[in-house]
């Protein structure tokens, strides 16, 4: 079910030249980069106790 709903919902894109898929995973790659910031914020204001401005000047 779930198997054939994925396989429907990519078909529109399996003719697309190798550079497409070059440039998507690429994309992805770069946005799950961009994502350690916000994770890293977290983590210096939660977990090791730093304060908004701290984490955000990058206290040294």
Do not use: C, H, W
Request: charge should be positive.
């Amino acid at each position: 079910m779930v198997i054939d709903r994925a396989k429907n919902l990519f078909k529109p894109y399996l003719g697309l030249p190798r550079e497409m898929y070059v440039i998507f995973f690429a994309r992805m790659i770069n946005a799950l980069g961009m994502f350690v910031f916000p994770l890293l914020t977290l983590i210096l204001t939660i977990k090791i106790g730093l304060t908004n401005s701290q984490a955000g000047f990058g206290y040294r």
